[in-house]
T-cell receptor
Framework: DAGITQSPRHKVTETGTPVTLRCHQT?????MYWYRQDPGHGLRLIHY???????DKGEVSDGYSVSRSKTEDFLLTLESATSSQTSVYFC????????????FGPGTRLTVL | DAKTTQPTSMDCAEGRAANLPCNHS???????VYWYRQIHSQGPQYIIH???NNETNEMASLIITEDRKSSTLILPHATLRDTAVYYC??????????????FGTGTRLQVTL
């Protein structure tokens, strides 16, 4: 499996505060993705990146922004956290062709009070 | 991407084969069938994928019907560690800059003694 780490692994924050989640990979994979997982919804794509400084929106991007200044790091920012953003966030990477399999990180559990 | 339909849950005795069905009746000619699984609290894990021929790897076998409207993931000798949610995903290979996975709610497989 690709070396993917996410930080922090758990976070509790208050409504209205900014939050940044970090995904770090050691495999030099081109593609990186942020998903969120909520009960009854499976995993839903928030944003993805197809190269350094190349990002695009997924299906649930409202309230989130991303940045990728280096191949190995993909940051997800909640500018002003809301309770509806309480979720488990997974980062994934993909190598080679865009349709190849994705490798997932361990997840970050975020609670917004 | 085509929609998939999977049973909500299944049980399997340890040591027996687990056969997980998936319907994808609207699949198009350029779409592949992917299977991932998610063990409790972990990130999803890639299992196998195929287009129209049956595929086998060290984890599982994938049987796709001739009309490609359904498929079956086979775990030949299920163990307790195979207890997980299994996702069947249909995915277009030609999606330009990035190929996104669309997760449904999957099948919860419970392997029992």
């Amino acid at each position: 499996d690709a070396g993917i780490t996410q930080s922090p692994r758990h976070k509790v924050t208050e409504t209205g505060t900014p939050v940044t989640l970090r995904c770090h990979q050691t495999e030099n994979h081109r593609y990186m993705y942020w998903y969120r997982q909520d009960p009854g919804h499976g995993l839903r794509l928030i944003h993805y990146s197809y190269g350094v400084k190349d990002t695009d929106k997924g299906e649930v991007s409202d309230g989130y922004s991303v940045s990728r200044s280096k191949t190995e790091d993909f940051l997800l920012t909640l500018e002003s956290a809301t309770s509806s953003q309480t979720s488990v966030y997974f980062c994934a990477t993909g190598a080679g062709a865009s349709y190849n399999e994705q490798f997932f990180g361990p997840g970050t559990r975020l609670t917004v009070l | 991407d085509a929609k998939t339909t999977q049973p909500t849950s299944m049980d399997c005795a340890e040591g027996r084969a687990a056969n997980l069905p998936c319907n994808h009746s609207t699949i198009s000619g350029n779409e592949y069938v992917y299977w991932y699984r998610q063990i409790h609290s972990q990130g999803p894990q890639y299992i196998i994928h195929g287009l129209k021929n049956n595929e086998t790897n060290e984890m599982a076998s994938l049987i796709i019907t001739e009309d490609r409207k359904s498929s079956t993931l086979i775990l030949p000798h299920a163990t307790l560690r195979d207890t997980a949610v299994y996702y069947c995903i249909v995915r277009d290979r030609d999606t330009g800059t990035a190929s996104k996975l669309t997760f449904g709610t999957g099948t919860r497989l419970q392997v029992t003694l």
